[in-house]
């Protein structure tokens, strides 16, 4: 009898304690309820924390977070598109390997084209990465050229004043990544563009004149040597309104759903300013006809005849 007894009790604790954890796994999947899936992904250490925390690894622990970077950006590609914490998540990764250089690049260019609106905090978001970028590789041409596009292409300037003060500052980025080694021809065309839009065509030419002794590809130097006569006798704004032109209908063909920005930025091949893979058909328009970028009026008949 007493056996049967104690059998009994430990069959009664038995159930008891199965009936508790029931009970406390239905009340955990009451109160996950409550928590984002993805609640983890928002979590993010400070970097003085992250830095004690890899015990020296830093390196290891940086890559550990640029996979926790893609996953988080992936998971806002496919959900809300707000991104949200992304540019917290890539600082991190650089705080842990300052010479970790895609997290730069891959975040300048994510930020605008991670799915969410690009607003002019977007834009200035982008350009720190970008800036950063610059003072630790300063010798990296895309840098400087993607900051510039940032200014003149993405950013809304509130004020004509705060728009010439982005154009001179892209001007001089242009002019500074169009001299660095394996920087693509086409940033000296987008330079040029740039002095013509804003009245400088003195500086401009000055500056063909410089490219023209520094370039050695033929075919470039014979461009520039254009470049510098059609400026000197003032029909330079036509024909690099016509080069603009090009470039543009090229990256359409090549990249129809991005901008020209991220087309200039993912390194196109550029044997003739635009992708090589790209076989269009030009027709070169009469200097006569093509209205000035700067101004908007055609030139004046009988002008830019004669051209070589």
């Known amino acids: 009898m007493y056996g049967f007894l104690k059998k009994l009790t430990w069959i009664s604790v038995w159930f008891a304690c199965f009936g508790l954890m029931l009970l406390s796994l239905q009340r955990l999947h009451a109160q996950r309820a409550f928590i984002p899936q993805n609640m983890d992904s928002f979590y993010l250490p400070s970097e003085k924390v992250l830095r004690v925390a890899s015990l020296g690894y830093r390196h290891m622990l940086a890559d550990l977070m640029w996979v926790k970077t893609l996953m988080y950006f992936g998971t806002e590609i496919n959900g809300q598109k707000r991104q949200t914490w992304l540019a917290a998540h890539v600082w991190r990764v650089i705080a842990l390997d ?11 260019a994510a930020m605008l084209y991670g799915g969410r609106i690009i607003d002019n905090e977007t834009v200035l978001i982008s350009n720190e990465f970008y800036r950063a970028a610059m003072k630790k590789f300063p010798h ?9 596009f940032n200014l003149v292409y993405e950013y809304k300037a509130a004020t004509p004043e ?30 040029i563009t740039q002095m013509t839009k804003a009245g400088m065509n003195k500086l ?25 006569k ?28 991005g901008s020209l920005e991220l087309f200039l930025h993912l390194g196109p091949r550029t044997e003739r300013l635009g992708p090589g893979g790209v076989e269009l058909e030009y027709v070169k ?18 002008q830019g005849q004669g051209r070589p």
């Open 98 to 108: 300052p010479s970790f250089e895609l997290a730069y690049q891959w975040a300048g």
């Open 140 to 148: 990296n041409w895309r840098y400087p050229s993607a900051l510039a």
């Open 162 to 191: 705060e728009a010439e003060r982005n154009r001179e500052e892209a001007i001089d980025l242009f002019r500074e990544a169009s001299r660095m080694a394996g920087a693509p021809p086409y940033l000296k065309i987008f330079t």
């Open 204 to 228: 401009a030419a000055e500056y063909v004149r410089e490219a023209y002794a520094s370039a050695q590809d033929e075919e470039e130097r014979t461009l520039l040597a254009r470049r510098l």
């Open 230 to 257: 059609d400026l000197d006798r003032g029909e330079g704004a036509a024909e690099l309104h016509w080069q603009q032109e090009r470039l543009t209908q090229e990256y359409s063909q090549a990249l129809p759903y």
């Open 285 to 302: 328009p009469n200097p006569a006809s093509v209205p000035d970028p700067v101004s908007g009026e055609a030139p004046v008949s009988g």
